[in-house]
């Protein structure tokens, strides 16, 4: 970092934040329920028909009560979903729905917890 013209001050809250970010993706990892698992292995199987909407993404649920409990849902948090199952990063797709990461990982763990008391 020195060679960039980083001062030895901002290194360690550098190496800090860096560290806060990757526990907070590791602690979204963890909370993964199978809802998350049932993204995945839609994604996976339909990689040949690639869902780029919200609208794709709802049309392509097979589960009813899955479907119907993510109806429910603001578009907002379902942009959110369809942007995670695309593989982009919580830091990534913060300013591409004008929230902050904090607020993606609520959103995210408010609805794993509505999933799990529906499914």
């Known amino acids: 970092m020195r060679e960039h013209g980083i001062d030895e001050n901002t290194t360690p809250q550098i190496r800090t934040d860096d560290r806060a970010d990757f526990n907070s993706n590791r602690r979204f990892y963890h909370w993964t329920s199978d809802f998350g698992e049932y993204l995945e292995g839609m994604a996976d199987r339909e990689r040949n028909t690639e869902v780029k909407t919200v609208a794709d993404l709802l049309d392509e649920i097979e589960d009813e009560t899955l479907y119907r409990a993510l109806l429910t849902v603001d578009r907002r948090t379902l942009q959110i979903i369809l942007l995670k199952m695309q593989g982009y990063s919580t ?20 609805l794993r917890k509505k999933l799990r008391k529906i499914l």
């Open 91 to 110: 830091k990534e797709i913060a300013p591409l729905v004008g929230l902050t990461t904090g607020a993606i990982y609520a959103r995210l763990n408010h």
